[in-house]
């Protein structure tokens, strides 16, 4: 099944901002949003944000999710060496009625 | 504590079969519908199966469609993954996961995962 689509990779300086985009279409991005989760190398993932772009108890405020259109945001301020990690979106898509994730962001922290 | 712990991976050969399970614990397990989610190695994240809170809608990716069946046994705490006709792209790490009670809003449990190895 065709994904969404996310950049491979995103720099950063420590203490800087990163945006990670996650582009879709209305059958699933679009109407339904986009959840977000975070890797760490050898580790499961683990959710940062709901598709409705509230945060898991636990989830720093450094993470915020957003949306508009068919592409959904996460946004991660004053980056740290732990935000090193990869980035997958995740959306439900009702016309294959399938979860569908993007191919992952990898997220380096200079 | 809220957990899910999966187990059955192993080495098969192509063409064999696999059964794993994920037991889970700290939650209502009827409530929530259950994905599984593998990961070939050095790969991204690929959905396989989701099943809702009474096995009354299931779905599967592409390309495991006839090929794995998912199932619960919710008065044991249990996902299973039958996956037979194993191929060599389905060596993986396979993961379950836990869905929000709010459908579809995002896989907010997980488990470790247990590794499929396909090869002869």
Avoid at chain 1, 2 to 30: E, F, H, I, W, Y
Wanted: with cysteine; glycine share 12%.
């Amino acid at each position: 099944q065709a994904g969404l689509t996310q950049p491979p990779s995103v720099s950063k300086d420590l203490r800087q901002t990163a945006t990670l985009t996650c582009t879709g279409n209305s059958n699933n991005v679009g109407n339904q949003g986009a959840a977000w989760l975070q890797q760490h190398q050898g580790h499961p993932p683990k959710l940062l944000s709901y598709r409705n772009n509230k945060r898991p108890s636990g989830i720093s405020e450094r993470f915020s999710a957003s949306k508009s259109g068919d592409t959904a945001s996460l946004t991660i301020t004053g980056l740290q060496p732990e935000d090193e990690a990869d980035y997958y979106c995740s959306a439900w898509d009702t016309s294959r009625s399938a979860w569908v994730f993007g191919g992952g962001t990898k997220l380096t922290v200079l | 504590d809220v957990q899910l712990v999966e187990s059955g991976g192993g080495l098969v050969p192509p063409g064999g079969s696999l059964r794993l399970s994920c037991t889970a614990s700290g939650f209502t397990f009827n409530s929530h519908s259950m994905n599984w989610v593998r990961q070939a190695p050095g790969k991204g994240l690929e959905w396989v199966s989701s099943i809702d809170g009474t096995s009354g809608y299931i779905y599967y990716g592409d390309s495991v469609r006839g090929r794995f069946t998912v199932s619960r046994d919710n008065p044991k705490n249990s996902l299973y993954l039958q996956l037979n006709s194993l191929r060599a792209d389905d060596t993986a790490v396979y993961y379950c996961a836990r869905e929000d009670v709010n459908w579809a809003y995002g896989m907010d449990v997980w488990g470790q995962g247990t590794t499929v190895t396909v090869s002869s």
